[in-house]
């Protein structure tokens, strides 16, 4: 299998944002907004709002100590349902079913692709590593060791840049295979796979760029099979480094090696700090 696009997914930054206009129709501006009022109780099924995002966090900032906590105290309230998440699907599709269009991807685009991927999002978030831990503090706090930046992005050097690379982490850029294959690094990028697989999106999850969560779940699997030699989904058995004493066990194999570099999927919605740059408001009520 070989990919040879690029699927810059749901960059939030300056590009995107530019490039689209806010021409949502008056009918799905309204229920954008309802839905997004913190008085709705469904606000708080987008998962990165219900952590506080991107109130608890700004530039440069590396207090994942902080993060633990607001993940421990999210994680220790109930989950939506699927029943609430479907509801939501229904009535953007009732009020905004005009408005998927290439250009509305900034903004009603981004806004449904965290409403698809927050159950996930929140299984990541709380999975625990054996370091009595979460998985994802873990390879934020390796990836802040080695001086690794969210998209090799200086300006998502923020806990919202951190957060969002590593749920799933899905380039091996600017890592080697043995910090990218990790075992939470592994499980992560499992449960995200399960869930396109098992849910797939009603809608594209790029209008822009006609994605959907299947094509989303090729680049996930071909990333992790190419650069850890591990199987996502029904049969996942994370691979471990330690116990294979195969020294090229950790590198792309020969076939896939030249498209390696052509795989990367870029997932991030961006960091605070570029999310602010670009935004400047446009998107911040919904
Ligand atoms: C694991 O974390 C819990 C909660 O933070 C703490 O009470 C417990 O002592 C920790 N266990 C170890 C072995 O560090
Ligand atoms: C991979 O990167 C890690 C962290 O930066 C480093 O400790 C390790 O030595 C590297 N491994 C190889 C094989 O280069
Ligand atoms: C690979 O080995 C390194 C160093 O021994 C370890 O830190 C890393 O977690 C291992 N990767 C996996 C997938 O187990």
Same mark, same amino acid.
């Given at each position: 299998?070989?990919?040879?696009?690029?699927?810059?997914?749901?960059?939030?930054?300056?590009?995107? #944002?530019?490039?689209?206009?806010?021409?949502?129709?008056?009918?799905?501006?309204?229920?954008?907004?309802?839905?997004?009022?913190?008085?709705?109780?469904?606000?708080?099924?987008?998962?990165?709002?219900?952590? /506080?995002?991107?109130?608890?966090?700004?530039?440069?900032?590396?207090?994942?100590?902080?993060? @633990?906590?607001? #993940?421990?105290?999210?994680?220790?309230?109930?989950? $939506?349902?699927?029943?609430?998440?479907?509801?939501?699907? %229904?009535? =953007?599709? *009732?009020?905004?079913?005009?408005?998927?269009?290439?250009?509305?991807?900034?903004?009603? /685009?981004?806004?449904?692709?965290?409403?698809?991927?927050?159950?996930? @999002?929140?299984?990541?978030? $709380?999975? @625990?590593?054996?370091?009595?831990?979460? $998985? &994802?503090?873990?390879?934020?706090?390796?990836? =802040?060791?080695?001086?690794?930046?969210?998209?090799?992005?200086?300006?998502?050097?923020?806990?919202?840049?951190?957060?969002?690379?590593?749920?799933?982490?899905?380039?091996?850029?600017? *890592?080697?295979?043995?910090?990218?294959?990790?075992?939470?690094?592994?499980?992560?990028?499992?449960?995200?796979?399960?869930?396109?697989?098992?849910?797939?999106?009603?809608?594209?999850?790029?209008?822009?760029?006609?994605?959907?969560?299947?094509?989303?779940?090729?680049?996930?699997?071909?990333?992790?099979?190419?650069?850890?030699? &591990?199987?996502?989904?029904?049969?996942?058995?994370?691979?471990?480094?330690?116990?294979?004493?195969?020294?090229?066990?950790?590198?792309?194999? /020969?076939?896939? %090696?030249?498209?390696?570099?052509?795989?990367?999927?870029?997932?991030?919605?961006? /960091? &605070?700090?570029?999310?602010?740059?670009?935004?400047?408001? &446009?998107?911040?009520?919904?």
């Amino acid at each position: 299998m070989k990919f040879t696009t690029t699927v810059a997914a749901v960059a939030l930054g300056a590009t995107a #944002i530019s490039s689209a206009q806010a021409v949502l129709s008056p009918t799905c501006t309204t229920y954008l907004t309802a839905l997004s009022a913190p008085t709705n109780p469904l606000s708080k099924c987008r998962v990165y709002t219900a952590l /506080g995002f991107p109130g608890i966090t700004g530039a440069n900032d590396h207090d994942t100590p902080k993060l @633990q906590k607001a #993940i421990a105290a999210y994680c220790a309230t109930p989950a $939506c349902t699927p029943e609430q998440y479907a509801g939501v699907y %229904k009535d =953007i599709n *009732t009020n905004c079913a005009a408005d998927m269009i290439a250009a509305n991807q900034a903004d009603l /685009g981004t806004t449904m692709y965290m409403w698809y991927m927050s159950p996930p @999002q929140r299984d990541a978030i $709380c999975l @625990q590593s054996s370091k009595n831990t979460t $998985c &994802v503090i873990d390879s934020i706090n390796e990836m =802040i060791a080695r001086a690794q930046f969210p998209n090799a992005n200086k300006n998502e050097d923020d806990l919202y840049g951190y957060l969002q690379y590593v749920t799933p982490m899905l380039s091996p850029k600017d *890592t080697n295979a043995t910090a990218f294959c990790t075992s939470c690094n592994q499980q992560v990028a499992n449960i995200f796979s399960n869930y396109y697989t098992k849910s797939p999106s009603p809608y594209l999850l790029n209008f822009e760029q006609q994605l959907t969560s299947a094509k989303y779940n090729d680049d996930l699997s071909y990333q992790y099979k190419s650069t850890c030699q &591990v199987t996502l989904g029904a049969n996942f058995k994370p691979v471990d480094n330690s116990t294979n004493s195969n020294p090229s066990a950790n590198k792309p194999s /020969g076939s896939d %090696k030249g498209s390696a570099g052509q795989a990367a999927v870029v997932l991030s919605m961006g /960091g &605070v700090a570029a999310t602010v740059a670009a935004v400047a408001g &446009v998107l911040a009520m919904f």
